[in-house]
């Protein structure tokens, strides 16, 4: 998969590699760094799990996320927070139009098998049907980390919309070809990603790939939009400036 990089200086790109379909990924993005994720064809569905890669019992909070921005969609401006209230990554752009999912969390061997039926190892040997749980456990597997490490994902290209007060259904909109997610980490992250079917998605099982691209951005500004972007987002910035004081 090639995919021109869109504004986007290309000298300061550190690392281009593609994620293959059903295929686990994991890196360390330092601090003030970017990662820009794209989908190709805009088929791509890809969980992520993170973590500061400093101390990493602290890591992603979906919940807290959701509670402190008063809002579970996610978008460019708004900011994903640990446990503590740090700041982990900033949302810098989303071609998206939203599509990032906080609700439906991870799939696993059981939902696999579920969603598109018969895949084990026996059957069809390497093109087995992977999970998100397995290929998480054996990232984390590198870092010293296991099961109980294993956390509510972010899944990215794919929407969960709520109807009728409560009831959870996987949006049918995806994403225009080559559009993309930027995030910018805001301490040292762990991230380890899964590029396999949303939990809720079903049919055959053929996840497409997934280009990752890590570069050297300019130095965060007190103007910056991520920062500004709420007053809860201000104070998160502050927490991170005083964690690393």
């Not at 293959?20 to 990924?25: D, E, H, M």
Request: aromatic residues 10%; proline residues 4%; neutral net charge.
């Amino acid at each position: 998969m090639i995919t021109k990089h869109k504004n986007l200086n290309t000298d300061a790109i550190l690392l281009d590699e593609v994620i293959p379909g059903g295929a686990k990924w994991s890196k360390i993005i330092k601090k003030g760094q970017k990662v820009r994720i794209t989908t190709e064809d805009g088929l791509g569905s890809l969980s992520m799990m993170f973590y500061n890669a400093d101390n990493t019992a602290e890591r992603f909070n979906s919940a807290d996320t959701a509670k402190i921005q008063w809002n579970a969609f996610l978008g460019k401006g708004k900011v994903m927070y640990s446990e503590l209230g740090h700041i982990l990554f900033s949302i810098t752009e989303d071609t998206t139009d939203g599509m990032l999912d906080t609700i439906a969390g991870m799939n696993n061997p059981r939902i696999i098998k579920k969603n598109f039926g018969e895949g084990s190892f026996n059957d069809i040997h390497n093109r087995y049907y992977k999970s998100d749980r397995e290929n998480f456990l054996i990232e984390l597997g590198k870092y010293g980390m296991g099961k109980r490490d294993i956390i509510p994902c972010l899944n990215l290209f794919s929407k969960v919309d709520v109807k009728e007060g409560s009831k959870l259904v996987l949006s049918s909109k995806r994403p225009k070809p080559e559009s993309y997610v930027e995030l910018r980490a805001e301490m040292n992250i762990l991230l380890v990603a899964s590029n396999t079917p949303h939990a809720m998605q079903s049919g055959e099982y053929n996840p497409s790939p997934v280009q990752v691209t890590i570069y050297n951005a300019p130095a965060v500004t007190n103007d910056d939009f991520c920062m500004n972007f709420t007053p809860e987002a201000k104070r998160g910035f502050e927490n991170n400036n005083r964690y690393f004081a």
